[in-house]
């Protein structure tokens, strides 16, 4: 299996892989949380929809990309929704499902549209480069760096959007748009290599999967790492040693990962490990 990740393509795919699943792992612990999955669902597509509207006006995607993204962020940062016959997740979704319908008019219009689309979903992790890498980790090492240095405002603000209590939370929150913006980043960045989908099941499997299996904020965020780790890992395996799409084969590793944990924990009746 080692022998596979000597080719250059491979380790970098790898590398990439493990970075962003790592972080997008530990921020999926709050958007769990939270109750807001689709968020990185719609920042990611919002981030592609910038890179669509670069496309189709034959602009820079990276800088649009960017600028539509936090645009995202400082908005979806607003939403809080208090009409109990509403949940945030449905505005949200509203969101994700225009911005798709946008980018995929506007990705229709390009040379090579069907393509695109399939690298918009699914990402292109073998043709990333080192230089790809690099900047990478330097935006996530500060992106982490933050939410090491203030988890605590991050997890209390965390756990009043748990328990629905955000009435003092106030119309502007500068630790909630901070939060929105450093998930924002990550995904701006994740998205243009790993895709849409494998940077959504990076941020909600790994953390629903540990939170199956275990108690404890710090035993939580440990086991999402790990199983983020292994996604990436055995994913990448079985995309070379068996011709498969990188992306998906990555999405489907997490997704029999997430089994295994549903299995384990009804055979348990409850999370055991402390």
Not at 71 to 95: H, M, N, P, W
Not at 143 to 166: A, P, S, Y
Not at 227 to 240: N, R
């Amino acid at each position: 299996m080692l022998q596979l990740f000597t080719e250059g393509f491979v380790l970098n795919a790898l590398l990439v892989s493990v970075l962003m699943g790592l972080l997008l792992a530990y921020l999926g612990v709050h958007v769990v949380a939270r109750g807001i999955v689709f968020v990185d669902l719609a920042l990611g597509q919002i981030s592609m929809l910038g890179v669509a509207v670069a496309t189709y006006l034959e602009s820079s995607p990276t800088a649009i990309a960017i600028v539509f993204t936090l645009v995202g962020a400082f908005v979806l940062s607003f939403i809080k929704v208090t009409d109990k016959r509403l949940k945030q997740e449905a505005i949200i979704g509203i969101v994700y499902a225009f911005t798709s319908a946008l980018t995929v008019l506007l990705i229709s219009k390009s040379a090579h549209g069907e393509s695109d689309i399939s690298e918009v979903l699914f990402g292109s992790l073998f043709t990333v480069t080192q230089s790809d890498i690099m900047w990478m980790a330097i935006v996530f090492a500060v992106i982490g760096i933050v939410h090491v240095v203030f988890r605590r405002r991050f997890f209390e603000l965390t756990t009043k959007f748990e328990e629905h209590d955000v009435d003092d939370v106030g119309f502007f929150n500068a630790w909630n748009f901070l939060f929105y913006l450093s998930i924002g980043l990550a995904i701006v960045l994740a998205v243009r290599v790993g895709g849409v989908i494998p940077v959504f099941a990076f941020i909600v499997v790994p953390p629903v999967a540990a939170i199956l299996l275990t108690r404890g904020r710090a035993a939580v965020i440990a086991l999402a790492l790990a199983v983020s780790v292994a996604g990436s890992t055995f994913g990448l395996y079985t995309s070379v040693q068996f011709d498969f799409p990188a992306g998906s084969s990555i999405v489907a590793v997490l997704g029999a990962l997430f089994l295994v944990a549903a299995v384990v924990r009804g055979l348990r009746g409850s999370p055991a490990l402390r």
